[in-house]
């Protein structure tokens, strides 16, 4: 009794569902279409990963049902496609069903031998593919681990996070990276020089945000490097990248008045940011990467940026200005992190309610510009910034006359109940 009991009870039992497996593969004859799981932090999407009539196509989808139905429906019109040419006659129809019969072993589809091959003709210039194949097989396959491109991000962002990297770098990671990955399914190792270009240049972004993808990718490469992923006695195909030009503009700078403006609508945590860049030079990645209170020797009225959040790697010191001083001195004891968090939507915020324009870098721009015509001593300036003497002459050498100069380094706080600025000039 009991042991019938038992059997009902476990044919009773709904078996759990397993859970599907990625990348997953719909075949329809020789057609092949795959599904990717993409995760980008809370968010799951799938791409639909084929090759169409004019190379690789990807869709992507938030649903997992809904990329199933139409890698399905992608994969019976393709098939459908082979069975068009099947109604191919005579000479033909020949040499289609020896195609198919040669690269059968191989269970990639016909469209997609020719669209690599394709590809292949296009990156060598020629037909020599078997040649290419073999000097490949000879000079690369040097048992580096099977890393996918996705994974490597994933393992550098883990890297950054843990070195304690800004928020903001980080968020940068998972937007230039994530995307890059997303572009490339495909090992690490596997990609060269023209890969990266080709996909560089099919951006639709300004030569600046080109640059900053072009920087990401070689910071990737290399620390893919000395993970052991790459050859480590070779360049990587990023080093090849060149930098894309950007026409050369004068430095934006605010004007005392617009400067004044700015500090008089800063919220009270983020006047520290605005002051350190404008009146001490300070970098704003320096502060994203945790410039901290106890940098600033206060009783000898100078801020000392350490090596390890330097963007030069090395620590350098920096004579803060009376006013600067005046500025921080109701910050006196505090301790950790100057400013950590994500800057922009405080600029946006300052800027609406001053009136003022935010303008890229301008902070920073300022105080070189109105230091070297205060000490007009291009060494000092270079020391102060962090840049060499030959950049600090070309970009802020007798760009503000005197008088502004005075009166941007008297711009200073009144009584802490009324926040207006008063820009003094002398």
Known sequence: MHDMQDGEMKRNVTPPTAQPEFPMTVKKGYVSVKIYEVKNRETTNYCVSYIGGTGRVRRNFADADEAKREANNIALQLAHGDMEALKLSGREKQIYVEAERVIQRTGIPLHSVAAEFARAYDILGHAGIVEAARFFKKHKETGLPDMPVATAVAKFAEAKAKAGMSALYLKDIRTILGRFAAHFECNIASIVTDDLRDYLNALEVSHVALNNHRRMIVVLFNFAKKSGWLR?????????LDTYKVKERDVPIYTPAEMARLLAHADEDFLPYVALIAFGGVRREELHKGLVWESINWSQGYLLVPAIVAKTGRKRKIDLSENLLEWLTPYRGRTGTIFNADPRKRMAKVSAASGVKWKRNA????FGSYRMEMVKNAGQVALEMGNSAAMVMKHYFE????????????IRPVATSDRKIVALSR
Do not use: F, K, P, Q
Request: hydrophobic residues 35%; charged residues 40%.
């Open 232 to 240: 480590r006695d070779e360049e990587t195909a990023a080093d090849g």
């Open 363 to 366: 902070l920073r721009h300022s």
């Open 399 to 410: 760009i503000v006359d005197a008088r502004a100069a005075r009166e941007y380094w008297n």
